[in-house]
């Protein structure tokens, strides 16, 4: 830490020229130590519904609602403070966003 990643990530997100690019959901997350694919997954969806979802806790249906909501959206997220290098995790994540 303390190498200023967080605060270029914030000069990029906040740039004019995000802006002009024109993504439909914009999403900034903060993840800390607690990777977690089920929350983190519908962390996502509750910041894009701007609700919270009552999907429960089936890892399959929050990822085909992420699906769903993401599908034919230009989107950008960011994810800081990420500690997590558990490849396994991070595909499982990915599974909606493809």
């Given at each position: ?59 399959e ?28 995790q ?9």
């Amino acid at each position: 830490g303390g190498m200023g990643k967080t605060t270029l990530a914030q000069h990029v997100y906040n740039n004019p020229r995000i802006e002009e690019a024109k993504f439909d959901i914009k999403v900034w997350i903060c993840v800390s130590d607690d990777f977690d694919v089920l929350m983190l997954s519908k962390t996502i969806l509750n910041k894009i519904t701007k609700s919270k979802d009552d999907s429960g806790d089936d890892l399959e249906m929050v990822h085909g609602r992420l699906k769903e909501k993401l599908s034919g959206n230009k989107y950008l997220f960011v994810l800081d403070d990420v500690w997590n290098e558990d490849r396994d995790q991070w595909k499982a994540l990915q599974t909606p966003l493809k």
